[in-house]
């Protein structure tokens, strides 16, 4: 296990998040099941956002392209085509001139405190199934395959998080990660801590 310090900042369109030796980024809130699942997971969460990092004139243009929708100018699918048409130019994942390397494409940041003292940890996969129809497809048919083989004990709705045993799913997900890099299975998931 590595210990860095994981660090944020308020920014106006969302928060400015940075792991040391890595470039702080930019970040926006985005829609996701994670942070209504989390609270039915882990009874004493008090706050967990969802978010995309991203370079900031990428999130400022997500931000434009908002509020014309909400003010009736624009209708999502013409936001829409514009980003498409922008994503001939560039990516949010793309990197730019500078030698800083970008913080990880998913993690997960917590904050709170162990024994009384501030503590921060963030966990992140090093490498991902190529593709978002891959990144979705592939971990819901491992979690299918769990479940059918009897390795989930709870009943009912329930998150992944609390449905699988988080070793033996990214032990069966690692084949399948090849991208940027194809990953030993034990260093798929990296966790970085920092206890004040």
Same mark, same amino acid.
């Given at each position: =296990?590595?210990?860095? %310090?994981? /660090?944020?900042? !308020?920014?106006?369109?969302?928060?400015?998040?940075?792991?040391?030796? %890595?470039? !702080?980024?930019?970040?926006?809130?985005?829609?996701?099941?994670?942070?209504?699942?989390?609270?039915?997971?882990?009874?004493?969460?008090?706050?967990?956002?969802?978010?995309?990092? =991203?370079?900031?004139?990428? @999130?400022?243009?997500? !931000?434009?392209?908002?509020?014309?929708?909400?003010?009736?100018?624009?209708?999502?699918? &013409? *936001?829409? $085509?514009?980003?498409?048409?922008?994503?001939?130019?560039?990516?949010?994942?793309?990197?730019?001139?500078?030698?800083?390397?970008?913080?990880?494409?998913?993690?997960?940041? #917590?904050?709170?405190?162990?024994?009384? !003292?501030? #503590? $921060?940890?963030?966990?992140?996969?090093?490498?991902?199934?190529?593709?978002? *129809? $891959? *990144?979705?497809?592939?971990?819901?048919?491992? /979690?299918?395959?769990?479940?059918?083989?009897? $390795?989930? @004990? *709870?009943?009912?709705?329930?998150?992944?998080?609390?449905?699988?045993?988080? #070793? &033996?799913?990214?032990?069966?997900? @690692?084949?399948?990660?090849?991208?940027?890099?194809?990953?030993?299975?034990?260093?798929?998931?990296?966790?970085?801590?920092?206890?004040?």
């Amino acid at each position: =296990m590595l210990r860095r %310090q994981v /660090g944020e900042e !308020k920014a106006s369109h969302g928060s400015v998040l940075g792991i040391p030796g %890595q470039r !702080k980024e930019n970040s926006i809130h985005g829609g996701s099941s994670g942070p209504v699942s989390f609270h039915f997971s882990f009874s004493d969460l008090q706050r967990s956002s969802c978010i995309m990092v =991203m370079p900031s004139t990428w @999130a400022n243009e997500f !931000k434009k392209l908002g509020e014309l929708i909400d003010r009736g100018v624009m209708t999502l699918e &013409e *936001a829409g $085509r514009c980003l498409l048409e922008d994503s001939v130019v560039g990516s949010p994942t793309d990197t730019d001139s500078s030698d800083e390397v970008r913080l990880p494409v998913f993690f997960a940041l #917590a904050k709170g405190t162990k024994e009384g !003292k501030p #503590a $921060r940890v963030a966990a992140t996969v090093r490498s991902t199934p190529p593709g978002m *129809a $891959r *990144a979705t497809g592939i971990p819901l048919a491992l /979690g299918t395959r769990l479940h059918l083989q009897g $390795r989930v @004990a *709870a009943k009912g709705v329930i998150a992944p998080e609390v449905a699988f045993q988080s #070793a &033996e799913f990214f032990r069966l997900l @690692a084949p399948y990660c090849t991208f940027p890099v194809v990953p030993d299975s034990e260093e798929l998931v990296e966790v970085l801590r920092e206890y004040c």
